[in-house]
């Protein structure tokens, strides 16, 4: 057993040949770690722009709808998922509309609710039962439509009504 020892620290001393030991300085003999020395991510700036429609596949009617993006708090999730929103969502019926006005009502829907200031819409888009498709279009063109525009942070069909769907959006910017 003395032997694999003496093998060992044989090995450990040859590679360590040619390294130097460290310094012995404290800590503030260190350069402060400042905020300030990290390279800051690039700004980016989001276009504003017109939605147009996207290939949505048709939904099924009982199917719920979800989705955030990343860094959403988990309580603004709850709440929203919940239909505890305050103040209450402004109301946006879809019925009736083809692709492109759904679009464009969305889009209109969202830049009024952050010119006033509203954290929250709520969209009725229906369950496709008098549709002529296998599902709903409007259902699936507004989960679409919300996960590429740049304010909706998170949506979730509304407790007990998977014919609307709760909108979560950013904070106005000044």
């Known amino acids: 057993m003395d032997k694999a020892r003496d093998e060992d ?3 450990l001393e040859q590679a360590m040949t040619g390294v130097a030991p460290l310094g012995r300085g404290s800590r503030s003999d260190r350069a402060p770690f400042t905020p300030a020395s990290r390279p ?3 700004h980016r700036t989001v276009p504003t722009r017109t939605l147009g429609v996207p290939n949505a596949r048709p939904m099924d009617g009982r199917e719920i ?3 955030r993006r990343p860094g959403v708090l988990d309580k603004d999730y709850q709440n ?5 929103l305050s103040p209450s969502p402004e109301e946006i019926d879809l019925h009736g509309q083809d692709a492109q006005e759904a679009c464009d009502t969305i889009a209109a829907a969202i830049a009024h609710a952050q010119q006033v200031n509203r954290r929250s819409l ?5 369950k496709g039962h008098h549709s002529e498709s296998r599902g709903s279009r409007l259902k699936g063109l507004v ?3 919300l996960r590429e525009h740049p304010e909706v942070l998170g949506f979730h069909s509304v407790p007990g009504n998977t014919g609307a769907v709760n909108i979560l959006l950013r904070r106005p910017r000044r």
């Open 9 to 11: 620290l044989e090995a």
């Open 40 to 42: 800051s991510p690039p």
């Open 65 to 67: 709808l979800n989705w």
């Open 80 to 84: 929203l998922r919940r239909g505890r």
């Open 122 to 126: 709520c969209l009725i888009h229906g």
């Open 143 to 145: 989960d679409a439509v």
